[in-house]
Each structure stands twice: as structure tokens, then as C-alpha cells.
């Protein structure tokens, strides 16, 4: 077998190589688009609470307001500060609202 001859790609099929090659390319290149934030854009940057503090809160919900606590979910927590979190519950449909330490003291649970 002789390897002097290079590789051709009858005509027919040029275009429809082309096409494959340019869709490969524009795919690599849309997959090393940056999500960095632009200069001056505002990025949520807090931590959310561990899981074990969201279920302590969804606990002290179930007890404040008497349902069952598989009614209860975490629906989103955020870092007051060093030793705080809030997390967000919905408690069968309604909102509240959850203050807890990072020891799992909950300071406050209140219906918003």
C-alpha cells in the first residue's frame, strides 16, 4: 500500500464535509464561553446553609406552626453572616421564613 497519493473528497461530498467541520468548530467554540460575571454585574456570592441547619429549621417550622414536617421544604437559604443563616421554607403552600446559628440554635421561624 502506497501513501503518496493524498486522501481526495470526491466533490459531492465537500459541502457536506464542510458543513460537519464548521458545525464542529462552532460547537467547540460555544462550549469555552466564559460564565464569569462582566465587570459591574451584580453575582449572589453568599453561601447557602449546610443541609443539616435547613432541616433543623424545616424541624422548628413543623413545631411553630403544627403541621406535619413532610409539609415542610427548604426552598432556598443564604449566609447572614459569620454564624447566621436565613432559610426559606414552604410550609404547605405558604412562605416563612427561618434565622438558625451554625451550632443549629434556630433564633427565629416566622410566616412571611
Do not use: H, W
Request: with cysteine; hydrophobic share 40%.
Amino acid at each position: 500500500m502506497s501513501c503518496s497519493k493524498p486522501l481526495e473528497i470526491p466533490a459531492v461530498f465537500g459541502p457536506a464535509v464542510k458543513a460537519i467541520c464548521v458545525g464542529f468548530v462552532v460547537s467547540l467554540a460555544t462550549g469555552c464561553v466564559s460564565d464569569s460575571p462582566t465587570p459591574g454585574s451584580v453575582r449572589n456570592l453568599s453561601q447557602t446553609a449546610p443541609a443539616d441547619l435547613q432541616l433543623t429549621c424545616a424541624t422548628a417550622a413543623s413545631t411553630s406552626f403544627g403541621v406535619d414536617s413532610s409539609g415542610i421544604l427548604p426552598v432556598s437559604s443564604s449566609q447572614l453572616d459569620a454564624q447566621k443563616y436565613q432559610v426559606d421554607l414552604d410550609v404547605r403552600g405558604s412562605r416563612a421564613t427561618c434565622v438558625v446559628d451554625t451550632s443549629g440554635n434556630v433564633l427565629s421561624v416566622q410566616k412571611v
